[in-house]
């Protein structure tokens, strides 16, 4: 009996351990979510509940479903003042670089109306531009009238009488130039200049040279002009040009005719400096033939 009593008594002391140390548990359980309760009422993240509040305003610590409150809708921010001005201006800014646009584009598209003008500031009242007129317009555009530039342009205007521009020549070759202010013209001085360098450009405006330089009732071209229209296109080029012009001078011809300005320039470009390459049996005109023959005595002597 008394080994009976003492098993009762030892079961009663675990049971009765056991028991506290679940208590203690519990208790201390309690303790840890007061503590956590507390220290998130601090920083606001749970709300009071009062004695009279309704069970569905718990605080967010209870509730899961008031943590994801929605946030309220943003208002839209009237315009101020400011913002007008700025939108004002930046409306006019665009339609003002739409027009400078435009502008630009018309100013830079040959216009038939403008060339027409400045073709009359020359003409006066006819309808061409004579030696008078001529003249005041070298002044404008820098260049003289005897300047190898005119010839070429000439030549673009298809300019049939030295000295004088129609209408019709001024406004097909300055639309050719697109070319319609004097500005316009100036600056394209240099690239008709340039075509001097082209030999196929240079033989064509030499053999238009003839034509345009002799009296229209005369097959032949005049000697002093024919020096003179020489002197303009090869006078730089042709290192033999002074001594040729010295031949004509006190030779006895006084005209000179077409296929004789042609074989000038064929002289010019393929025979020798000593003329050694010259074959006198060859199809040259009689005036190379003693151009040469005159060269060779002079060189002898």
């Known amino acids: 009996m008394l080994c009976i009593n003492g098993i009762l008594m030892d079961q009663m002391y675990v049971f009765v351990y056991f028991t506290d140390f679940q208590l203690n548990s519990h208790l201390t359980t309690l303790a840890s979510i007061h503590k956590i309760h507390h220290t ?9 509940i009062g004695q009279d509040s309704h069970p ?3 605080s967010c610590f209870h509730s899961p479903a008031c943590c994801s409150r929605a946030m309220p809708p943003r208002k839209k921010r009237r315009p101020s003042a400011g913002d007008d001005m700025l939108a004002k201006k930046s409306r006019q800014d665009s339609v003002f670089r739409r027009h400078e646009t435009s502008q630009i584009r018309e100013e830079e598209t040959f216009s038939s109306k403008r060339c027409l003008e400045w073709f009359y500031e020359y003409a006066g009242c006819d309808d061409v531009v004579g030696p008078e007129g001529m003249e005041k317009f070298c002044e404008d555009i820098g260049v003289e009238p005897e300047n ?12 049939q009488s030295m000295g004088y521009f129609t209408l019709q020549e001024w406004l097909r070759g300055m639309s050719s130039l ?9 600056n ?7 075509v001097l360098n082209d030999s196929t450009s240079f033989k064509l405006i030499y053999r238009y040279a003839f034509d345009f330089a002799r009296e229209k009732d005369q097959r032949s071209l005049d000697l002093n002009t024919a020096k003179c229209m020489l002197g303009l296109l090869l006078g730089k080029t042709w290192p033999l040009f002074p001594v040729f012009n010295q031949f004509l001078e006190q030779s006895k011809y006084k005209v000179i005719n077409k296929d004789q300005w042609c074989n000038v320039l064929e002289f010019s470009r393929t025979i020798n400096l000593d003329l050694s390459n010259y074959d006198e049996d060859g199809a040259w005109p009689v ?3 003693e151009f040469v023959e005159w060269y060779k005595e002079r060189q002898m002597s």
């Open 40 to 48: 998130l009422h601090r920083l606001n993240l749970t709300e009071d």
């Open 178 to 186: 697109q070319c319609d202010s004097t500005e316009r013209l100036r």
């Open 287 to 289: 005036l190379l033939d």
């Open 188 to 194: 394209s001085l240099d690239y008709l200049r340039s």
């Open 148 to 159: 190898v530039v005119m010839l070429v342009l000439a030549w673009k205007l298809d300019a």
């Open 56 to 58: 569905s305003e718990r």
